[in-house]
């Protein structure tokens, strides 16, 4: 059975779109099922819903605690102000293949514009009303299925330098840290604006930044399925290059602007990466 309809000639993983699909039918998307893939799930963070766009995703779970065990956070989680993020599903032995499912379904859609769909993992949103995810990118392309509850969604075009600027971009990417990734109001201008309902998909390109906030009438669940391709991994490294000679004082032109220079640099890339991986540090999955 598919799960997901869309028009597979429109889909391009380079850019944003919308989809619909059916999840929000299937047996393991269900409150009861997901409380108890939470409470036996190794990881599992949560902290509290009500927090201000502009807090770092970083340090929520630090900065914006629960005071409440994750027991009872999710039995009342129309009114707990709790924020649940079941990570990593693919690796339980119930929800695995489930994951793969959903995720052979997209790889024949990602195969018609991107290469080699890998780091293939899954999450788990549930939200009391009124909470806020605040503004942040994620390391991956993300197709995100609405199941529960309505959202408000804005999503930024990862490229839009006046929202990521290149050091911001470069940050990012060479440390994998949010600590510069801050939501500002006048970025609202330029967000493309969702409200999702049950049955409601979309589509975001790698490490596009994006907002959520609950409505304030009903708790709400979601769920993302998330992927790297080859094309995403040549983003991600020659910004990491790009850090780096950062670091060593230079300018370094912005990714995407020569084709020339971005393969130059994921020469360097290769080089240093087939290095220093031996050394166990943090080029080994880079
Ligand atoms: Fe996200």
Do not use: C
């Not at 807090?55 to 989680?77: F, G, H, R, Y």
């Not at 979601?222 to 300018?251: P, W, Y």
């Amino acid at each position: 059975m598919a799960w997901l309809e869309r028009e597979k000639t429109d889909f391009n993983a380079s850019k944003k779109s919308a989809f619909t699909h059916a999840l929000q039918t299937h047996p393991l998307m269900q409150f009861e099922e997901l409380k108890k893939l939470a409470l036996r799930h190794a990881t599992v963070k949560y902290h509290s819903a009500n927090i201000p766009r502009t807090q770092s995703l970083e340090t929520v779970v630090k900065e914006a605690p629960s005071n409440m065990s994750l027991d009872d956070a999710l039995k009342n989680i129309q009114t707990s102000g709790t924020f649940v993020f079941i990570q990593n599903i693919q690796n339980d032995p119930i929800y695995g293949p489930f994951v793969d499912e959903i995720l052979n379904e997209i790889e024949k859609d990602v195969h018609q514009t991107h290469n080699n769909l890998r780091k293939r993992q899954a999450w788990v949103f549930i939200t009391s009303p009124g909470g806020t995810t605040p503004y942040h990118r994620d390391q991956e392309s993300t197709h995100y299925f609405h199941l529960k509850g309505q959202k408000t969604f804005w999503l930024w075009d990862p490229t839009d330098r006046s929202v990521v600027t290149q050091e911001e971009n470069e940050f990012f990417h060479g440390v994998y840290g949010l600590s510069k990734t801050r939501y500002q109001e006048d970025f609202m201008a330029k967000a493309t604006q969702y409200i999702i309902n049950p049955g409601d998909g979309i589509f975001f390109p790698y490490t596009a930044p994006h907002m959520v906030e609950n409505g304030k009438e009903e708790f709400s669940i979601s769920f993302s399925v998330t992927h790297m391709t080859d094309e995403d991994f040549a983003i991600r490294r020659i910004n990491k290059i790009n850090q780096l000679l950062r670091k060593l004082g230079l300018s370094p032109q912005d990714q995407g602007a020569s084709k020339f220079i971005d393969h130059l640099k994921l020469g360097i890339h290769w080089i240093l990466r087939t290095t220093l991986s031996r050394f166990g540090n943090n080029w080994k999955n880079a």
